[in-house]
């Protein structure tokens, strides 16, 4: 059974720092690009960050680039997600994914967690 349990959410204020964690199992990790999306209240869910599962080459959506780095160890199984300089617009569920091989998309993803709750502050 596929699972990705994500954790480190939580409240902060503006120009804070938060670390999301997403723990996975049942996979084979090492062969899965994994992502992080998110979900604001009457909002679409949208792409944050991915990474490959080959180089570790990683994508940035335009309004995180120069605060948010996703990591990945192959050997913990976990993808991590370092946000900086957090601003209140940044307040979401966040979820991760993963998909075979192929960087992570809303549309297209093999698995997803139940998502955490990060609430930035004014």
């Known amino acids: 059974q596929v699972r990705l349990v994500e954790s480190g959410g939580g409240l902060v204020q503006a120009g804070g720092s938060l670390r999301l964690s997403c723990a996975a199992s049942?996979?084979?990790?090492?062969?899965?690009?994994m992502g992080w999306f998110r979900q604001a209240p009457g909002k679409e869910r949208e792409s944050v960050a991915t990474i490959t599962w080959t180089d570790n080459s990683a994508d940035y959506a335009e309004f995180v680039k120069g605060r948010f780095t996703i990591s990945r160890d192959n050997f913990k199984k976990m993808v991590f997600l370092q946000m900086n300089d957090l601003k209140p617009e940044d307040t979401a569920v966040y979820y991760c994914?993963?998909?075979?091989?192929?960087?992570?998309?809303?549309?297209?993803?093999?698995?997803w967690g139940q998502g955490t709750q990060v609430t930035v502050s004014s």
């Open positions: 049942g996979l084979t990790f090492d062969n899965y690009a």
């Open positions: 994914a993963a998909r075979f091989r192929l960087r992570p998309t809303q549309l297209q993803s093999n698995w």
